[in-house]
């Protein structure tokens, strides 16, 4: 039978597999949707939906970065130029591109979120399948950045030495910039349907084999940044791996039904969607990146982007946290629009807002106190160390800033989306995929 003509009872049992777990999710949302519930039993109601995907994602991603963090530690430990080579391939290059990437696939938040909360289960697969051939395809477009890196750099003022084993880095991490391709859909795939313990599980094994390889490739065989680049591409292809054996294996029977040529439809407007994605990432991030790249221009480049590098990475590292904060609001605000409840949607957004700033100011103070040791886990360089210490104050207020504006942000553009897309249908389905479909059914 036509996938299109399938039972519509299929489509709407309950996606979420740990009986637990959906059991809770359905109580929740018959309790929040009663009259006269008092603020602290919304809120606590409200923080349990939140936190079942914040927390996995917090590990998750935490676990994720924490690969690029490990990385640069081997390489840092190496001598100041190895840590400066491998900060500016994997923050400047590889993360230039990371945003971009991880920007375009973010538009899945918004599709797959709605599709999932309007029980429209089949779309979840085709619309990952569509943003696996866009994102693929931008691979390619922005090869050049890996391939030139060592021109550019010297370019930006970057010194020679630097430049240059940057480049070669750059060149090993060709890898990681196509896992980002395969594995940032996956992630949204299915953290829209709240199975956020597979990430956690699936970035924890990463982790592990990164700690292995990166001791095994550096220390052992003493291959340098090469070693330390191949560790980080074999590491986020293990997690990859595991997120697709566990979506194709039988972890989302109703949400991943085969390859369809479906997925070949409505491209266009996929692309564009997911490209005003990429871009509104890419200028909150870019800062960072010019930052780095201006220290070349310094007296002691070197000791310089050593310094900054750091800081960016210890801030990256909290970064993790709101951000999961974001994807979790991203995934509970589609939901409550998916089944019409924008009233649901506008104060899981404020309840994320306030927790996220919490956490934020807890590791601001972290920071502070701590000021002149964060940098140990990179260097042992005494120069190195003293700039961190003066730098830690920007730090701690950056950290702060920066548990606030993701969510905001987030929030301005599912505000945007819902002005201009919202129907008043049955169940509210925000189906801009009614361009996107081309050829889909309601359920």
Not at 136 to 158: D, I, M, S
Not at 284 to 294: P, V
């Amino acid at each position: 039978m036509d996938d299109t003509h399938r039972n519509s009872d299929e489509y709407h049992q309950p996606l979420l597999t740990e009986p637990s777990s959906n059991d809770e999710a359905t109580i929740l949302r018959d309790e929040d949707g009663e009259e006269g519930k008092d603020l602290s039993t919304r809120l606590w109601i409200e923080t349990k939906k939140l936190w079942v995907i914040v927390g996995p994602s917090i590990i998750s991603r935490v676990a994720g970065y924490s690969m690029n963090i490990i990385t640069q530690a081997f390489a840092g430990h190496l001598g100041d130029v190895e840590l400066a080579a491998i900060s500016i391939a994997n923050t400047v290059i590889v993360g230039f591109n990371f945003g971009f990437l991880l920007g375009m696939a973010s538009a899945l938040e918004t599709l797959c979120g709605q599709a999932f909360g309007a029980k429209q289960y089949h779309m979840l697969g085709i619309y990952m399948q569509r943003s696996w051939i866009v994102l693929l395809l931008c691979c390619f477009l922005l090869l050049p950045f890996y391939v030139f890196a060592t021109p550019v750099l010297k370019l930006l003022g970057q010194p020679d030495d630097v430049a240059e084993m940057s480049g070669v880095a750059a060149i090993w991490m060709i890898p990681l910039h196509f896992n980002f391709a395969f594995q940032f859909p996956l992630q949204r795939f299915l953290q829209s349907q709240s199975k956020t313990l597979v990430l956690a599980y699936a970035s924890f094994g990463a982790l592990g084999v990164n700690v292995l390889t990166s001791w095994v490739f550096v220390n052992v065989l003493d291959w340098g940044v090469i070693g330390a680049s191949l560790a980080l591409d074999i590491s986020w292809w293990v997690g990859s791996l595991g997120l697709y054996s566990y979506t194709v294996l039988g972890g989302c029977p109703l949400s991943w039904t085969g390859y369809s040529m479906e997925a070949f439809n409505g491209l266009w407007e996929f692309l564009k969607l997911s490209a005003s994605s990429g871009v509104m990432l890419c200028l909150e991030t870019w800062y960072y990146r010019i930052l780095i790249l201006m220290t070349g221009y310094l007296s002691n480049a070197t000791l310089a982007v050593d310094a900054l590098s750091v800081c960016m990475s210890i801030n990256g590292w909290e970064l993790m946290i709101p951000l999961a904060f974001l994807a979790a609001t991203g995934v509970r605000v589609a939901n409550e629009l998916g089944a019409g409840n924008w009233k649901g949607a506008k104060f899981a957004t404020k309840v994320s807002i306030v927790q996220s700033t919490i956490v934020g100011v807890f590791f601001c103070i972290i920071v502070l106190v701590l000021r002149d040791k964060v940098a140990l886990i990179f260097t042992s360089s005494n120069d190195v160390l003293e700039e961190v210490d003066k730098l830690s104050y920007l730090l701690g207020v950056t950290i702060l800033l920066n548990s606030v504006q993701p969510v905001l942000s987030g929030n301005l553009g599912w505000d945007d989306l819902w002005r201009n897309s919202y129907s008043d249908s049955d169940f509210g389905y925000i189906h801009n995929s009614k361009r996107l479909e081309k050829g889909g059914r309601k359920g």
